[in-house]
């Protein structure tokens, strides 16, 4: 079996067609079908933003004071590691397409995913912080305005659906690490890495809106 023929999937490894032209047409539909659930989570995220802004916008003095509470320093770190993890992603896609830079493509997605659990740790060192600060809504909570409280409550829910987002993302480039690893033909011209990419670059992205949101309130002056 053709290197093309290996990564066909169904149905389209049943359509009669030429292995190349069947591969093609199954790399059209993954792409577009990636986008399209790349299309809903702007949605999801959209609404959570949304959400923020409202409550900003009615509470802007306590958002700007729950906000000098979060660690800028963890943030900043965290945004250069996911960005630069978006760029060891885009040499892994490119990489990918030419079988000559299968290594690099390896290094480069093993490089990705050693940067995401890197932002985990770094993540989790964060909130261990916070817990020890109390910065949780409840009656602990070291904020006397009652309005930091929803702040924060976003910062919890915003961070740890990222967080999921990202542990997901990790397991889709692991993935391709271990499979690309065993099989020297698995990468080269496969779907499925640029499909599992392009989510990370939602991982990316989403960071990339959060961080202004939740760090930088409060301390323009």
């Known amino acids: 079996m053709s290197a093309a023929g290996k990564l066909l999937r169904e149905p ?40 923020y802004t409202v409550m900003r916008l009615e509470h802007a003095a306590a958002f700007a004071a729950a906000a000098r509470e979060t660690n800028i320093v ?32 390896l290094w480069c997605l093993s490089a990705t995913a050693a940067l995401g659990l890197a932002f985990l740790a770094m993540k989790g060192l964060e909130y261990r912080e916070d817990l020890g600060r109390h910065l949780v809504p409840g009656d602990a909570f070291p904020l006397r305005d009652p309005a930091a409280q ?23 480039v692991g993935r391709l690490i271990w ?10 011209g496969n779907p499925q890495v640029e499909v599992g990419l392009l989510y990370w670059g939602l991982v990316d992205i989403v960071w ?11 301390r323009s002056g």
């Open 12 to 51: 389209w490894d049943g359509l009669g067609l030429p292995e190349e032209r069947a591969l093609a047409r199954q790399r059209a539909v993954a792409t577009f079908g990636i986008w399209i659930f790349l299309a809903s989570e702007v949605l999801f995220f959209g609404a959570i933003v949304l959400a």
């Open 74 to 105: 963890y943030g900043t770190l965290n945004s250069a590691i996911l960005l630069t993890s978006a760029l060891c992603a885009a040499v892994a896609s490119k990489s990918a397409e030419h079988p000559a830079l299968r290594r690099t493509s």
């Open 150 to 172: 929803l702040f924060f409550a976003f910062y919890w829910f915003a961070t740890g659906i990222h967080a999921i987002h990202l542990s997901i993302g990790i397991g889709l």
């Open 179 to 188: 499979k690309g690893w065993r099989d020297p033909d698995f990468l080269p």
């Open 208 to 218: 990339i809106v959060l961080f202004p949101l939740l760090y930088l309130p409060g």
